[in-house]
């Protein structure tokens, strides 16, 4: 009963840690400097948008305009992370109806079978993705 509430604890942990890398714009960041300090950038990009942070602390963003203009290993990044918290949070739930503490209205070997048929292929499948 304890090693499956740390599992499930460190499932969550995990499918939260994919939401935040999902959601920062940190993917890439790059540094431009002139000759002069004042004119100094920090470009960061991540899946969603584009930020450039100026040397007086400034910070502006700007949302992808289309998703076709992009990149093709940022458009297979963004369908991999989706899939990736999508398969994590369905990992989850199998999971967590098959824990010895449940109770789902089903008698034991049948709840225990249908985990069993559901789960292996959907937790493999979250952490490829990322």
Same mark, same amino acid.
């Given at each position: 009963?304890?090693?499956?509430?740390?599992?499930?604890?460190?499932?969550?942990?995990?499918?939260?840690?994919?939401?935040?890398?999902?959601?920062?714009?940190?993917?890439?960041?790059?540094?431009?400097?002139?000759?002069?300090?004042?004119?100094?950038?920090?470009?960061?990009?991540?899946?969603? &948008?584009?930020?450039?942070?100026?040397?007086?602390?400034? &910070?502006?963003?700007?949302?992808?305009?289309?998703?076709?203009?992009?990149?093709?290993?940022?458009?297979?990044?963004?369908?991999?992370?989706?899939?990736?918290?999508?398969?994590?949070?369905?990992?989850?739930?199998?999971?967590?109806?098959?824990?010895?503490?449940?109770?789902?209205?089903?008698?034991?070997?049948?709840?225990?079978?249908?985990?069993?048929?559901?789960?292996?292929?959907?937790?493999?499948?979250?952490?490829?993705?990322?």
């Amino acid at each position: 009963m304890k090693t499956q509430i740390v599992g499930a604890c460190l499932a969550i942990l995990g499918f939260l840690g994919t939401i935040l890398i999902c959601a920062l714009p940190m993917w890439k960041v790059s540094a431009f400097i002139q000759s002069n300090i004042i004119t100094a950038q920090i470009i960061q990009e991540g899946l969603w &948008m584009s930020c450039v942070i100026q040397s007086t602390g400034q &910070m502006q963003c700007k949302v992808y305009d289309s998703m076709l203009a992009l990149p093709r290993a940022l458009q297979t990044s963004r369908a991999l992370v989706v899939i990736a918290i999508l398969l994590g949070f369905f990992g989850i739930l199998f999971g967590v109806i098959g824990y010895s503490c449940s109770n789902c209205r089903m008698d034991q070997r049948k709840r225990k079978k249908g985990v069993f048929k559901v789960s292996p292929p959907v937790c493999p499948l979250s952490t490829t993705t990322n």
